[in-house]
């Protein structure tokens, strides 16, 4: 690694002892003091060289979490029938094609880590891709026919199935890159190829570059601390350094939860709130990140869904006001608000003939639907930033009672977040208008969250939510 080389040039240039040199002391205390300095700023160098490994891991699997979703939400709103009748080179200068690559190159110019987009199908050859529509800014592109080796980018043929990105870095004739697909369905839900995106690998490589120069940095600043401090008061620099390794140990385990709690005034506690920095940057780049995806989720589904516009913000809302009153710690609260934002995203995946029908659903057909909490479970299973809401959204049509759906899980048993959204979303239905009834007035909604307290709803929540609604009015969205 680059920073471990140069710690060593640093250890080399700047820790020079020479043997004939006789130390002024060589008292037990002074070898305590000696011995206590080498041990914990081997260990402080050595737990820093592994979060730099970590952060660096992380940082790809985010990367790759933003190109697949990318890819896929890019892949949803594709024309499929068009991409269908592009078989033949002549083809490019028709309005269809022009369309597509138009709308691939806006792409290309909203995101600088994009590279190059392009549109590929299956052909008679089990070996080979042909491309459909290719763009790049450099005005390089495969013509409409061409063909592509599956050998240079294995993970490819995966996109035919589902968003995926791939595993490694992949080279072809136009360079190095790490790319992301996902299948494009025409109007009748037949995948007719597959959307790539290419991130540019010398600019990914550059920023983890970047990080690792900034970790050597600290790293240097932490070991002249570690230089100072271990002479002044050995013990207490021990139990404190350790404190600062316990933290570091936790951020290796990815629990972003810990902070360094230090009582002195000194450098140690000034090398402890830089630590401190650091997390809340990694806990704030993983918000940032989950509400990026969280925004592309819900726009896709409120384009299907003119009852879902405006709902999940205003469930979102109610479940803030629920936990605010419960002084529920932040990064609960956060989690929560993300599921009540996406509560609905399973959605997506309910036919349009179902999902916007005006009357009164048939059994049959309230079965479909109530098969978009799972739905929109399985639509994060395969994003570990959304990893913790999946179990709020899979279960926030339980009852409290037992009666829900899916599992019929019982009291405390449904999740503490789905228990809120239960609430949150029940309320904000219920003074909503519908296609075939008015919204209720918000005291006769209060009425029925007071009727169905320990039946369809957890008592404590309800009897919170009722005393906010006295001081509070709703809108209906």
């Given at each position: 690694m680059k920073t471990a080389n140069g710690f060593e040039k640093y250890i080399k240039s700047t820790?020079?002892?020479?043997?004939?040199?006789?130390?002024?002391?060589?008292?037990?205390?002074?070898?305590?003091?000696?011995?206590?300095?080498?041990?914990?700023?081997?260990?402080?160098?050595?737990?820093?060289?592994?979060?730099?490994?970590?952060?660096?891991?992380?940082?790809?699997?985010?990367?790759?979490?933003?190109?697949?979703?990318?890819?896929?939400?890019?892949?949803?709103?594709?024309?499929?029938?068009?991409?269908?009748?592009?078989?033949?080179?002549?083809?490019?200068?028709?309005?269809?094609?022009?369309l597509i690559q138009n709308s691939l190159l806006r792409l290309i110019l909203e995101n600088e880590r994009i590279r190059d987009v392009y549109i590929m199908r299956k052909g008679e050859n089990e070996d080979e891709l042909y491309f459909v529509v290719d763009s790049a800014l450099d005005g390089e592109h495969a013509s409409v026919g061409e063909a592509y080796r599956i050998a240079d980018a294995p993970d490819m043929l995966e996109g035919f199935y589902h968003p995926t990105v791939d595993r490694n870095f992949t080279n072809d004739k136009w360079g190095q890159t790490l790319s992301g697909y996902a299948p494009i369905k025409n109007s009748k839900g037949e995948v007719v190829g597959i959307i790539g995106i290419d991130f540019d690998a010398n600019q990914v490589k550059a920023e983890a570059e970047n990080r690792s120069r900034y970790i050597l940095l600290w790293a240097i600043v932490g070991l002249l601390l570690i230089l100072v401090v271990s002479f002044i008061v050995a013990k207490k620099f021990v139990g404190r350094l350790n404190n600062i390794k316990y933290v570091i140990e936790m951020l290796l385990d990815e629990k972003l939860d810990v902070l360094v709690h230090d009582t002195g005034n000194d450098e140690i506690k000034e090398l402890g709130m830089q630590v401190n920095k650091l997390i809340n940057k990694l806990v704030l780049d993983?918000?940032?990140?989950?509400?990026?995806?969280?925004?592309?989720?819900?726009?896709?589904?409120?384009?299907?869904?003119?009852?879902?516009?405006?709902?999940?913000?205003?469930?979102?809302?109610?479940?803030?006001?629920?936990?605010?009153?419960?002084?529920i710690d932040a990064e609960k609260r956060f989690t929560i608000n993300l599921a009540a934002i996406l509560h609905d995203v399973g959605k997506i995946g309910i036919?349009?003939?179902?999902?916007?029908?005006?009357?009164?659903?048939?059994?049959?057909?309230?079965?479909?639907?109530?098969?978009?909490?799972?739905?929109?479970?399985?639509?994060?299973?395969?994003?570990?930033?959304?990893?913790?809401?999946?179990?709020?959204?899979?279960?926030?049509?339980?009852?409290?009672?037992?009666?829900?759906?899916?599992?019929?899980?019982?009291?405390?048993?449904?999740?503490?977040?789905?228990?809120?959204?239960?609430?949150?979303?029940?309320?904000?239905?219920?003074?909503?208008?519908?296609?075939?009834?008015?919204?209720?007035?918000?005291?006769v909604a209060m009425q029925e969250v007071?009727?169905?307290?320990?039946?369809?709803?957890?008592?404590?929540?309800?009897?919170?939510?009722?005393?906010?609604c006295k001081n509070k009015q709703y809108k209906s969205k």
């Open positions: 820790v020079n002892i020479d043997s004939n040199i006789v130390l002024p002391h060589k008292s037990i205390s002074f070898k305590v003091l000696l011995i206590a300095f080498l041990i914990f700023t081997a260990t402080f160098l050595g737990a820093l060289y592994q979060i730099e490994e970590q952060i660096e891991k992380t940082n790809i699997e985010v990367i790759k979490d933003e190109l697949r979703s990318i890819a896929a939400i890019t892949a949803f709103h594709m024309n499929g029938d068009f991409v269908e009748k592009l078989q033949k080179p002549e083809q490019e200068i028709s309005n269809e094609y022009q993983k918000e940032q990140t989950m509400m990026s995806m969280t925004v592309g989720l819900v726009n896709a589904l409120e384009a299907r869904d003119k009852y879902t516009h405006g709902h999940s913000a205003q469930v979102a809302i109610i479940a803030e006001d629920i936990m605010h009153h419960l002084q036919c349009d003939t179902i999902l916007h029908k005006k009357g009164k659903l048939t059994e049959e057909e309230f079965a479909v639907i109530k098969e978009h909490p799972l739905i929109g479970a399985k639509i994060l299973e395969g994003n570990s930033s959304l990893q913790k809401i999946q179990d709020i959204i899979k279960h926030h049509h339980e009852r409290y009672d037992g009666q829900g759906y899916p599992d019929r899980l019982v009291g405390e048993n449904i999740p503490f977040g789905a228990r809120v959204i239960a609430v949150a979303d029940s309320f904000q239905a219920m003074i909503s208008d519908r296609p075939y009834r008015s919204g209720m007035k918000q005291e007071e009727k169905n307290k320990g039946v369809q709803f957890d008592p404590q929540i309800a009897d919170v939510f009722l005393e906010i």
